[in-house]
Structures are given as structure tokens and as C-alpha cells.
């Protein structure tokens, strides 16, 4: 009994966390008090908030076209040093469940013309958006300057390559949801090489990056890729930080500093298969609503301010152990099928909250299946890895390219 009451406590903070983080948000709601105090339970309620710019609302008709159909096009604003042609694209992809959803994403090519042999190189660049909100999304932030990974993006575009930069959590904002990361990296990729842009056309080579919650959307592209979008003329892959295994991070991101991120997954995929929802007790369909608008910075807060646990927000003994549950996250790990593109899997040895294990149990899926990748153990732990490779990421899209960086077959190295 003392437990739980630790436990209610714990929760009570955290809700009062997030609503003195997040304001605006919950202040904008029909009835803040009543959606804690008496949350509603359905899912349109804790979906986030709608942006008020029209651009994001795809025009009539719009389901009825083929995936990576261009929607709209303007020219953005941009905050990088090289000069750059700027351009948001709203496209048709699918969700989860096959069902059509509009996915927006972020094109920079360089007004330099590509010195280097055949077509100008395409980078999908996959942010760790990590969150909740659409105020998160990178084709907001970065329209507003304040993206963590403007220099990763600016990097790769000195180099004179295109870069790409989806908002791979779809309309939902779906973070963790595979399928749905998936598609919208591979279908932001159709429009980008049929925008009809100088040095990018549907044969310029490809590669697909991304670091930690990125690394789940790129991880998914290249799966889906040979059945979804064979067209396409990929490279290969860049996938580091890789959060492979579910069932393993609810042991190694639950009830401590990463807790907040932990729950964020949990609430994405949720968006995407709704029956997850089923599951909350009314602390859980609380937390659903003070998360709805969240961002990365204000999940991580909550892992220190309170690091809670699943068992507090659910009634179900043990969630995982339920057969509808279960599926959801068989069908969100990564592995059941080999890209046909060449895969540099990177990881740090030292990860305490995204186990190298799981990556190896990837690698070795993959490698069974006749895959060509090659495994990079690196030293250090998540966030000592994803700023290592931000300088080397250029020249790995070289060598990816010029098919030096991974070898035939599979293979593993350390260091």
C-alpha cells in the first residue's frame, strides 16, 4: 500500500511537471482542469495540437493518389550558412496501417552546381525527434532556427550534397511507430527526386541516415524498401543509436532519468494502433493528455523530476505479456526483413539505455538473411556516439556511395 501511494505521488508530480512546462498548451485546450481531472478517453484527445498554417491541411481528394505524390510546395526560410534553395513539401504517404497520411518534410540543395560523377547525392537525413507535439516536428523547428541538428544538416550540405529532412512521425506524430517512419522517409524521398530540381532526379544516388529515434525510421526504410518503394535508387543506410528491441528498453528506460522518453514511445505508438489505449487506468489517460504537446526537452526533465514506471499507469499485471501487445511490438521490431541496400550499423559499447544487445540481435537477423552489413561497436556511451559521428557522417556518405564503406556479406568491427 505504501508503495502505490509512492507511486500515485510520483505520477501527481509528474503531471504537475508537465503542466508548469508546457503552459501555452494545456491553457489552449477546451477544459484543462477536467481533461486531468476527468480525462476524456478517446484517441482525439490526446493527439497533438493542429499547427494553424494551411499548408499542413492536404487539398481534396488528395487519398486517392499514389504514395509520394507531391501535395504542395512553398519556399521556407532557412538558418545555414551555405546557400541553399529551401523548400517544404506536403506529400502523400502511409501510415501504419496502410491507410493514406500526409507527411511533410524539409529540402535543402545546395545553389552550387555537383562537381562529382553522375547526379548530385540525396541525403534523407532522420531526426531523433524523440517527441510528441507538432511544434516539435523538424520542418517546424527548423523554420524557426532552433534545431538541434542544424549542424549536422549543414555538414553534409558543404559537402555539396541534398539533404532531406522528414517529418517521419506522420500527421500523428507517431514517435516509435515503425511502419509509419518507414514510409514517410521513403515517401518524402519520391517527391524530392521528382520535384524536377537541377542535379536531383529520380537516379541520383540515395542514402538514408539517422541517429536514435531517426534510426527507427531509417532502420524501417531500408526494410521496406525492396516491397514499398523498389524504385528507388538507394545507396545505402546510416543507422546508429539503434532502439531495436521494446520489450528490452522497458527494462533499461523505465523508472529512471530516461523515463520520459520511455512513456513518449509508448504514447506515439499508441497514436498509431489505438487499442494500446485500452489499456491506461485514469493516471495513464492523464499523462496521455499532459503529453500530448510535449517535446524532447520536457520528456527528459520528467525522467529526473519523476522517474515513474508502466505498472503506475495501467491495471494490467504485466501489459507485455498480453497477446494483442505483444504483436504490436513484434510488428515494431526490426529484423523479420533484409535490406537489399548496404547498412552500416554503428552503436556505442558502453549504452546503458539503448543496450548494444539489441542492435547485435539486428545485425544477426539481418545477416542470417543474407543482408550486406556491417556492424561499427564504438566506445562510449548514446550521446559520446551521436556526436562522434556527426563530423563523419559525409565521409561515410562518400564511401557508402563509392561502395568502400561496407563490405560484402556481414561484418563486424570495433573502435
Not at 532519468?257 to 513518449?264: C, K
Not at 556511451?381 to 551521436?386: L, S
Request: glycine share 8%; hydrophobic share 45%; aromatic share 6%.
Amino acid at each position: 500500500m505504501q508503495g502505490r501511494r509512492r507511486a500515485r505521488a510520483r505520477v501527481c508530480t509528474t503531471l504537475a511537471a508537465v503542466a508548469a512546462m508546457l503552459v501555452p498548451a494545456v491553457l489552449a485546450t477546451a477544459d484543462p482542469v477536467r481533461d486531468i481531472v476527468d480525462p476524456p478517453r478517446r484517441l482525439a484527445s490526446v493527439l497533438p495540437t493542429p499547427l494553424d498554417d494551411p499548408f499542413y491541411t492536404p487539398p481534396p481528394g488528395w487519398e486517392g493518389r499514389a504514395p509520394g505524390a507531391l501535395l504542395a510546395a512553398r519556399a521556407v526560410p532557412h538558418w545555414l550558412p551555405t546557400p541553399v534553395r529551401s523548400v517544404e513539401l506536403l506529400l502523400g504517404s502511409t501510415d501504419a496501417r496502410g491507410r493514406p497520411a500526409p507527411v511533410v518534410a524539409t529540402l535543402y540543395t545546395p545553389t552550387a552546381p555537383w562537381a562529382g560523377p553522375g547526379r548530385r547525392p540525396l541525403i534523407s537525413y532522420n531526426i531523433p525527434t524523440s517527441s510528441l507535439g507538432n511544434t516539435c516536428a523538424p520542418s517546424y523547428q527548423l523554420k524557426q532556427g532552433i534545431q538541434a541538428d542544424l549542424w549536422s544538416i549543414q555538414l553534409l550540405l558543404a559537402a555539396n550534397y541534398a539533404v532531406l529532412v522528414p517529418d517521419h512521425q506522420g500527421p500523428r506524430q507517431a514517435y516509435a511507430a515503425g511502419h509509419m517512419g518507414g514510409h514517410a522517409v521513403l515517401d518524402a524521398v519520391r517527391a524530392a527526386v521528382r520535384l524536377g530540381l537541377p542535379d536531383l532526379t529520380p537516379d541520383s544516388p540515395i542514402v538514408l541516415s539517422g541517429y536514435s529515434g531517426g534510426a527507427i525510421a531509417t532502420g524501417w526504410a531500408a526494410e521496406l524498401a525492396p516491397a514499398y518503394a523498389p524504385e528507388l535508387s538507394l545507396a545505402g543506410a546510416l543507422i546508429g543509436g539503434l532502439p531495436a528491441d521494446y520489450g528490452q528498453l522497458v527494462r533499461t528506460m523505465s523508472g529512471n532519468a530516461a523515463t520520459g522518453v520511455f512513456l513518449a514511445a509508448t504514447l506515439g505508438l499508441a497514436r498509431e494502433y489505438p487499442q494500446l489505449l485500452t489499456l491506461l487506468n485514469d493516471n495513464g489517460w492523464r499523462l496521455a493528455h499532459a503529453l500530448r504537446d510535449a517535446c524532447v526537452t520536457v520528456e527528459a526533465a520528467l525522467g529526473f523530476i519523476a522517474p515513474i514506471t508502466l505498472d503506475v499507469l495501467t491495471d494490467h499485471p504485466d501489459p507485455l505479456a498480453l497477446p494483442m501487445v505483444r504483436k504490436i511490438v513484434a510488428d515494431n521490431t526490426l529484423g523479420t526483413l533484409a535490406p537489399k541496400i548496404p547498412v552500416l550499423l554503428y552503436h556505442g559499447v558502453d549504452e546503458f539505455w539503448i543496450p548494444l544487445a539489441g542492435a547485435q540481435e539486428v545485425y544477426d537477423d539481418w545477416c542470417r538473411s543474407g543482408a550486406r552489413v556491417r556492424l561499427q561497436v564504438m566506445p562510449g556511451e548514446h550521446f559520446t556516439v551521436g556526436a562522434v559521428a556527426v563530423p563523419a557522417l559525409a565521409r561515410w556518405a562518400d564511401d557508402l556511395i563509392a561502395g568502400r564503406l561496407v563490405p560484402d556479406g556481414c561484418s563486424r568491427s570495433v573502435g
